[in-house]
């Protein structure tokens, strides 16, 4: 992110203040980025893109005086023109094109590398790979940082602006626009459980087994059956089993995680619904919101708002397709590194193999290059013992000269307020949970009250009724996954997931972006 997103792309947009100095620091086992380059970053974007959900990314004592910076208009256009001529594929109209093929060739890297056995590989063949999945992923963070950074975040403010002035839009308009749009691999995979529940519900002989065994148990007894389910399985691990509810690579993939798998598949086949059948229902949704919206506007409004419409979808699928991506090379890196830590488990280098998680990967790579190693356990020891120390604390959102801090919650009252992310309202029960694997406790109908969700998290959206989290706007992944399945949603709401408790009774209105606490849990 830093070399190629922050540095790369700044000298390729022509902002010099931001082409050097570090963009992330490490903190309590946490990363923090930098908020005085996210800052000189928010000063290149003009006023009307200034909106809530980024200035959260600042203190709150700092929101207003950010938000009246002033529009820098000339390194706008001088961007552009520094884009033709140092890289094309940051054109709007391009940079999603170019993305999709680096795609397709990235996909027949994992293939190759899936077909070898690392167990076999010399150290120096599993650092030669690690270098071959580094490069061939180069190209994602060059492009991320103009799909992901400008484009998405660009047309979809501008869409929704348009919508609230031209249309009086409370949030509906814009999310039936942007629901029912095909190849977003979030809701893909959503679907692929979709179909292992389906599969399971109708045979209920293979049900009634894989409720009766632990996980692993009954995966390898279905591996050496006939029965239709296994199919559904292998086609998901497949297509997903690169996947997982986080992006840290210590973590479980889903091929090497049956218990998720099956647990979350159990969960689908325990209620009624066909996520398939549902697209369906968000494709005419949004087909029937396009023909209200041509038929109140005059030509040109009409004309801008579908023409930047186009971009917006595009580059809304782009956000949610990107982090697909980079599950196949965290993958691919966590099964390196894997069999490197085996290696040095068995050489009494280190205590466990996943304490290679603990170096850097330029440690890690230049052990396997040859380099002495003798020290590994001093490097180790004290990474290890902070990371222990903190794993299972809600780290504060903001760090300063070495403080971290949070702002405190902003609230009217019984009222908490936060970004108005999925249009609606409901008044339900609240759920927290702080893990993906605790997910199988949320019962239907409960609003799901959370720090952050990943695409693994929105499996369970089908069964809520309604989303809060802590972090996040209109194009987060809980955002984006609300308004497909039409549940309301506000994010960015400061200490939710301390404020609010299970079982509380609120309403959640993401059109307002407000949760009202009705009743507190005894």
Request: proline share 3%; glycine share 8%; charged share 30%.
């Amino acid at each position: 992110l830093t070399d190629y997103v922050n540095h790369e792309g700044a000298h390729m947009m022509g902002y010099k203040d931001l082409e050097s100095g570090p963009l992330t620091k490490l903190h309590k086992s946490r990363v923090y980025f930098s908020a005085v380059v996210l800052e000189r970053i928010f000063a290149h974007y003009p006023k009307f893109i200034r909106s809530r959900e980024l200035l959260e990314y600042f203190p709150r004592s700092e929101q207003e005086r950010i938000s009246k910076l002033p529009n820098d208009y000339f390194g706008a256009v001088k961007s552009q023109i520094f884009l033709v001529f140092r890289d094309r594929d940051g054109m709007i109209w391009k940079t999603d094109k170019v993305y999709r093929e680096w795609a397709k060739g990235f996909l027949k890297l994992c293939d190759e590398f899936d077909s070898t056995d690392l167990t076999k590989m010399s150290d120096k063949d599993l650092a030669d790979w690690y270098e071959k999945i580094r490069v061939g992923s180069t190209k994602h963070y060059q492009l991320i940082r103009y799909g992901m950074v400008s484009h998405s975040i660009m047309t979809n403010l501008l869409v929704k602006n348009w919508c609230a002035k031209w249309l009086n839009d409370d949030g509906n308009i814009y999310a039936g626009l942007m629901s029912g749009l095909e190849d977003n691999k979030t809701v893909e995979t959503n679907k692929g459980f979709s179909d292992m529940g389906k599969a399971l519900r109708e045979d209920p002989a293979v049900r009634a087994k894989a409720e009766s065994m632990p996980a692993k148990d009954f995966v390898e007894w279905l591996e050496s059956s006939d029965v239709p389910f296994k199919q559904v399985y292998n086609d998901f691990i497949k297509e997903f089993g690169h996947r997982s509810g986080t992006r840290e690579l210590n973590a479980l993939r889903w091929a090497e995680d049956p218990d998720y798998v099956m647990g979350v598949a159990l969960q689908m086949c325990a209620g009624d619904s066909d996520l398939r059948e549902e697209f369906q229902n968000g494709v005419k949704r949004r087909e029937e919101t396009e023909a209200m919206v041509k038929s109140k506007l005059g030509f040109f409004k009409r004309g801008i708002l579908f023409k930047v419409l186009q971009f917006a979808r595009t580059y809304l699928i782009f956000r949610e397709n990107q982090r697909f991506y980079l599950d196949h090379m965290m993958y691919r890196n966590r099964l390196i590194f894997l069999e490197q830590g085996r290696r040095m488990q068995e050489q009494g280098l280190i205590d466990d193999r996943e304490d290679i998680f603990f170096l850097e990967d330029t440690e890690a790579i230049s052990i396997l290059n040859g380099a002495d190693a003798s020290d590994v356990r001093e490097k180790i020891a004290p990474r290890k013992a902070e990371f222990m120390k903190y794993r299972d604390r809600l780290p504060p959102k903001f760090l300063l000269n070495g403080v971290d801090f949070d702002d405190e919650p902003i609230s009217h009252g019984d009222t908490l307020l936060g970004a108005a992310s999925s249009p609606g309202s409901y008044k339900g029960k609240i759920r927290v949970i702080m893990d993906v694997r605790d997910l199988g406790q949320v019962e239907k109908g409960e609003i799901l009250v959370t720090s952050n969700t990943d695409p693994g998290w929105t499996v369970v959206f089908s069964k809520l009724g309604g989303l809060i989290t802590e972090t996040g706007g209109i194009l987060c992944h809980g955002a984006v996954i609300s308004r497909e399945y039409r549940i309301p949603a506000v994010t960015a709401v400061k200490s939710a997931t301390t404020t609010l408790k299970t079982g509380d009774i609120v309403i959640v209105d993401g059109s307002k972006g407000e949760v009202t606490i009705l009743e507190e849990s005894e």
